[in-house]
Nanobody
Framework: QLMESGGDWVQPGGSLRLSCVGT????????MTWHHQAPEKAREWVAT???????IYSPSVQGRFTVSRDEAKNTVYLQLDNLKPEDTGVYYC???????WGQGTQVTVSS
């Protein structure tokens, strides 16, 4: 299973770091993805981290979000910088290889 944490309320321009801890799977061996679901909208892909370290991002977050991994902690991170109100919503991590989803963590960006 996966468990996200780190969501919070933050003002526009602020930063947060989301964590996704894996249990019973290896985040270092699998393709890991992050997704965002804004209020009353469909869940959308945000970023992918491959086992070799390659990354790719949605154009809406490119240059502002960074995905990384700590294999010793079996944890994937999503660093969110220069946050905008449209970044508000629930963020989910997914182990693509096992189709495992976390329960999500809420991020609210407002002044």
């Amino acid at each position: 299973q996966l468990m996200e944490s780190g969501g919070d309320w933050v003002q526009p321009g602020g930063s947060l770091r989301l964590s996704c801890v894996g249990t019973g799977l290896s985040v270092g061996d699998d393709i890991m993805t992050w997704h965002h679901q804004a209020p009353e909208k469909a869940r959308e892909w945000v970023a992918t981290l491959w086992p070799g370290g390659a990354t790719i991002y949605s154009p809406s977050v490119q240059g502002r979000f960074t995905v990384s991994r700590d294999e010793a902690k079996n944890t994937v991170y999503l660093q969110l910088d220069n946050l905008k109100p449209e970044d508000t919503g629930v963020y989910y991590c997914q182990d693509h290889d096992t189709s495992t989803w976390g329960q999500g963590t809420q991020v609210t960006v407002s002044s």
